[in-house]
């Protein structure tokens, strides 16, 4: 696993990851050169996460073969805003903050965009029902991926062309470890 977190460096700065989108690409090419197979983690959803920032994002998977790298509840990771959370301190991260979540232990947040909102309570469902029928991964993918394009006004891309009967990387057991 890599925390990867996002392609975006402005998102990469507020979170103050220490990488930048570069690292990351440089990251994947080492890797697959020593015949290692990342299994990055992604924080989807963000207040600085942008329409075209995702389905960029969306996109980067599906051209760097790492659909199947990507377990599906990532797509609608939401960032996760504790108390004590250095976050909080950011003038870019208050303006977007509801208040804390009565026994949730997190602030709740909105984003700028209503457009990205909804995409974000869509992509969880999604999600959602793609693990309960414990469907392979690359359809979720394709569904998200037409999702974000509902949401941005444009045609969906074509679907991910991936054998059903592929060789996948090593994963953990448990798909919702975030």
Known sequence: MTA???????VLGHLAKGHTRAD????????RTAGIALRPTW??????????GYREWLDFLAEEALVDHVDPVQYGIRLLVPPGSLLLDLPEMRQHLDGLVP???HYRWTHPDPRVERLA??????VAAGAERNED???TFDRVRSLAAAAAGVPAPAPVDLPARRPRPP????????
Not at 171 to 178: A, G, K, N
């Open 4 to 10: 990867a977190e996002s392609l975006d460096d402005r």
């Open 24 to 31: 990351l690409v440089a990251v994947l090419e080492a890797a």
């Open 43 to 52: 924080v989807a959803f963000t207040p600085w996460t942008t329409l075209d």
């Open 103 to 105: 026994g949730g232990f």
């Open 121 to 126: 309570e869509e992509v969880a469902g999604v």
């Open 137 to 139: 991964a690359a359809l």
């Open 171 to 178: 994963r953990l057991t448990e798909p919702w470890f975030c």
